[in-house]
């Protein structure tokens, strides 16, 4: 609102349509997976989202955007999330099937508290640019890539859990 000068009802427009980008991505992925497995999504929305995010990192700090170009990445960020996160939600607790409600407790600890530390360091460095948002973006998508690169050399064995006749969850 500050960066774009935009009212809070523009604002509100603008928050439901990357609504639309992550719900819709999010149902999308339930299609996906009768074709592909949860880490071939999470590995391809990871190489998608790292390709966005560098370009919208160069974009930022070259100052070539403005409200529609930063609406357009945002939104093709979105999608890629609303792909890998209920993926990585999956296979993050398909180990876990004994102690579900714990394992997914501790899952959402952590991601609160992963989400407060990116909207503390937005807060703190976004002042008259987006760019200070895209490098934690960019951050945040490459750490993911390689959490899940180098987590892939320590899964020994592969772990299946039927949701279903048609569903199956595996590393």
């Keep these: 609102m500050d960066i774009y000068y935009v009212d809070a009802k523009t604002y509100g427009w603008i928050f439901a349509f990357m609504s639309i980008s992550f719900i819709g991505s999010s149902q999308l992925n339930s299609l996906l997976l009768k074709k592909f497995s949860s880490e071939q999504m999470i590995f391809s929305a990871l190489i998608v989202q790292s390709v966005i995010t560098i370009i919208f990192l160069i974009l930022s700090l070259n100052n070539l955007l403005g409200l529609y170009e930063t609406i357009g990445m945002l939104f093709l960020f979105l999608a890629c999330l609303g792909i890998s996160n209920p993926n990585t939600a999956g296979l993050t607790m398909a180990p876990f099937a004994k102690n579900a409600g714990s394992a997914s407790a ?3 600890a952590i991601q609160l508290g992963l989400g407060a ?3 503390f360091a937005v807060g703190i460095f976004v002042k008259d640019s987006v760019a200070p948002m895209v490098v934690i973006m960019t951050a945040t998508t490459i750490i993911a890539f ?4 180098v987590g892939k050399r320590f899964i020994t064995q592969k772990v299946e859990v039927a949701a279903g006749d048609d569903a199956v969850i595996g590393h």
């Design 146 to 149: 390689i959490v899940l690169n």
């Design 117 to 119: 530390l990116a909207s």
């Design 106 to 108: 501790l899952m959402g």
